[in-house]
């Protein structure tokens, strides 16, 4: 049984703003088959957890609705077990995956969902691991067939997907060029590996994209949206992939609301790729969403244990990570909201010794 009776929460009953991320207290469940109770250190904050609460998550519209507890990641240990789960004991330290529900002091999960955390991550950095990786690592290695020497664009490098990426693309012998929207987050993308960094708030992007790959790239990663898709796809050579995984710039970058008219505009001018065209081109565009993946634990087992494989050989770092109480959750979305960060956000959820 767990040695806690009551846990906290963040639960959102409507779409809106900051004001949207009560903290509420509920009762601890259960663990039931193959299923392990985490008391939590700390939780992983993703923007995906931002389109929760805005209402425009497609999973969490279709499977939970409202009121929702957004969150897909966290660390910390296993507090109860229920029956048949033999991998993971009660005390052991972890970090996991959850489809929702991670904002909270307590975590009931599958067990195929939880790993023992590894050494070389504190459970800071073990919350905000999983997610950014899982996507990373998914889009560039579970979609398409690389081969060394491989030219990458990745968009929005200095974030926790891109900081992944990045590090990925170099441990495989590809080329990456990162692309960021501000200069203090430039040298951080050099320190993870970057071959070359493209700042756009100083420099014209496509003509130093150009100017960096005149034959263009292999696959170009792109989670901004109708701001830079149509140009991704353009500068691809022949046999190339646009890999798409978000759309931020459809939403607003401050202020903890949807500009609807922004959105509208945007979805107009999403651009709309043709088979035939594509064919033509010889150009492909692949999309994913981690979310739907929590299901293919096939696909999720092995990229884990790369991934901690990688990172215990040194062969990858944890990212940077910048963490918050549990109570400053809507200062943490704002400081994601506003593309200024670096690596990775986390919520702490222990209380501070």
Known sequence: MPSSEHMRKVVIHKAGGYERLGIETHPVPDPGDGQVLVRTHAVGVNYADICVRWGIYESARQLVGWPITPGFEY?????????????????????????????????CASADLVWRKPDALGFEAAAGFLAVHLTAYHGLLQNVVIRPGMRVLAHSAGGGVGSALVQLCKLH????????????????????????????????????????????????????????????????????????????????????????????????????????????D?????????????????????????????????????????????????????????SKTTGKLVLRTAPLL
């Open 75 to 107: 660390s910390g240990y296993v507090e109860a077990t229920g029956r048949n789960v033999e991998h993971l004991k009660i005390g052991d330290p972890v970090f996991g995956v959850t489809l929702f529900g991670g904002y909270s002091t307590h975590v």
């Open 173 to 280: 012998d590809l080329h990456v060029t990162g692309v960021v929207g501000a200069t203090h987050k430039v040298g951080y993308v050099y320190q993870l590996g970057g071959d070359a960094v493209i700042d756009k708030s100083s420099q014209p992007l496509w003509d130093e994209a150009e100017r960096l790959c005149p034959q263009g790239y292999d696959m170009i990663f792109d989670a901004n949206g109708p701001e830079t898709l149509a140009q991704s796809y353009a500068h691809l050579r022949p046999t190339g992939k646009l890999m798409v995984y978000g759309f931020h710039a459809l939403l607003p970058k401050q202020g903890g609301r949807i500009k609807y008219f922004k959105a509208a505009a945007g979805m107009l001018m999403m651009p709309r790729f043709n088979p035939f065209h594509m064919t033509a």
């Open 282 to 338: 010889n150009k492909s565009v692949v999309a994913f969403n981690l979310s739907f993946l929590f299901s293919r634990t096939d696909l999720l087992r092995p990229a884990v244990n790369d991934l901690v494989g990688w990172l215990e050989e040194g062969k990858i770092q944890s990212l940077k990570t910048q963490s918050f109480a549990f109570e400053d959750v809507a200062r943490a979305h704002l400081a994601l909201e506003s």
